[in-house]
């Protein structure tokens, strides 16, 4: 996959995401990359960010004055195979926005076109270059039970898809490489509040291993929250996306703290509280706090960096179009149990 000269970039999509990349293309040094052009089938709109660029605007990849090595797909999701499958065809390396396709069959067939053409297809789930989600290799013990709010104000983006795979997709993918196993059973509830497609979701998540996994999501919230905790056996594992802080917090009296943590995998936990209460001396006293440090890094340029580094032929780590058909395979398990559910409001 090795590749020598300046990638020639293009940006198919040039909405709220395609401008960032394109921004993050054309600052990147020349002699490792290039952008040539965007792509957009509204003449009008990303008008602007061509001209700020220096770059020409067509409406399809064929119109490019220049062959293209590596594209950032950033088209509604439902467009995501009808564009990047061709190119992927052609050995083109693509960089697909979340979720990587409209359906696990879609997904399978990118997967598929980049083995068989030799070419590198990541999936632009950015939180997982997120400096915060970095401090999860603290942890050193499997995961116990984990907790995840992900609440978003409304902003309107996104319509063609509910909030799992807009805003929840981020935290399976995340989990799935935390846990490293496929989930074994799924039970999740919604609610549609401007209609159409679900607007808040939970989802419990068990694994073989025993891991549980309790996960909100909400993008029509008053306030905005990012927070992923997880638990293990000798401590937990607190990540603040909003005010970018993590804190490992360690117990001195592990019997005990194993016993609580394992009622938190067995039962529905009231948002992983960990106390005591009356007159013993509380348990949190026995916890010892470390906070982590956390790197100041833009998690979308390391995203594009990471795919740069693997068509180079750097054994870089990014989410490869496998681990992108992993998380929709989650996220489509988790809609599917929501639409059966009592209060499932989901639309297809």
Known sequence: ????????????????????????YKEMPADDVRLV????IDPVGPRGVADEHGVPLVSSVADLAEPVDVVSVAVPTTAHRSVAEPLLRRGVHCLVEK?????????????????????????????????????????????????????????????DVGVVMDLMIHDLDILNHLVGEDAQEVSAVGVSVTGGHEDVANARVTFP??????????RVSETRMRRFRVFTRSGYLSLD???????????????????????????????GDVRTSGRCAPF????????????????????IEALVHTVRGADHPGVPGADGLRALDLAERILADLRRGPHGTAAS
């Not at 942890?139 to 609440?151: A, C, I, K, N, T």
Request: glycine share 8%.
């Open 209 to 218: 291993s025993g891991c549980v996994a309790n996960i909100t999501a909400s």
């Open 1 to 24: 996959m090795r590749q020598a000269g300046p990638l020639r970039a293009a940006v198919v999509g040039v909405g709220a995401f395609g401008r960032h990349h394109a921004r993050i």
């Open 99 to 159: 979720p990587i396709a409209g359906s696990t069959r879609d997904a399978r067939a990118l997967v598929a076109a980049a083995e068989e053409a030799g070419a590198c297809l990541q999936v632009g789930l950015v939180e997982r270059f997120n400096p915060v989600t970095a401090a999860l290799d603290r942890l050193g013990d499997p995961p116990v039970y984990v907790e995840v709010h992900r609440l978003a104000p409304f902003h309107g983006r996104a319509s």
């Open 241 to 271: 996306y909003d005010s970018r802080e993590a804190r490992l917090v360690r117990p001195s009296r592990l019997p005990r703290w194993s016993d609580r943590i394992a009622l938190l995998a067995a039962q529905e936990p009231d948002l």
């Open 37 to 40: 052009g965007l792509v957009d």
């Open 284 to 303: 949190e006293h026995s916890l010892r706090t470390e906070r982590l440090p956390i790197a100041d890094a833009e998690p979308l340029r390391s995203e």
